[in-house]
């Protein structure tokens, strides 16, 4: 069982930047992918980031070169920082942790954060 809280949701101008926490109840470390997905109301919940244990990133184009995610193993923390913020960045923002094995897949989810952008 992994516990996630994501936290630094806010309200931000278009333009502005943003950082969201990730904290991880336990070490992830060498095991899970790390995943920021986030969800607008009345859309499926999306992809946004993701690294792998030996740092491999992923982005979604429409956020490549804006957004940065990162960790740092010593503390369980993931961070997604967002800058050049847009309009349609609006949504809940969900922290991920994913095990993948030969046979089984388990996913984790945080309670999310609202990132609201608008002037």
């Known amino acids: 069982q992994v516990q996630l809280v994501e936290s630094g949701g806010g309200l931000v101008q278009p333009g502005g930047s943003l950082r969201l926490s990730c904290a991880a109840s336990?070490?992830?470390?060498?095991?899970?992918?790390m995943a920021w997905y986030r969800q607008a109301p009345g859309k499926q919940r999306e992809l946004v980031a993701a690294i792998t244990p030996s740092g491999r990133e992923n982005y979604t184009d429409s956020v490549k070169g804006r957004f940065t995610i990162s960790g740092d193993n010593a503390k369980n923390m993931v961070y997604l920082q967002m800058n050049s913020l847009k309009p349609e960045d609006t949504a809940v923002y969900y922290c991920n942790a994913r095990f993948e094995g030969d046979y089984v897949r388990r996913d984790y989810w945080g309670q999310g954060t609202q990132v609201t952008v608008a002037s």
């Open positions: 336990r070490s992830i470390f060498g095991f899970y992918t």
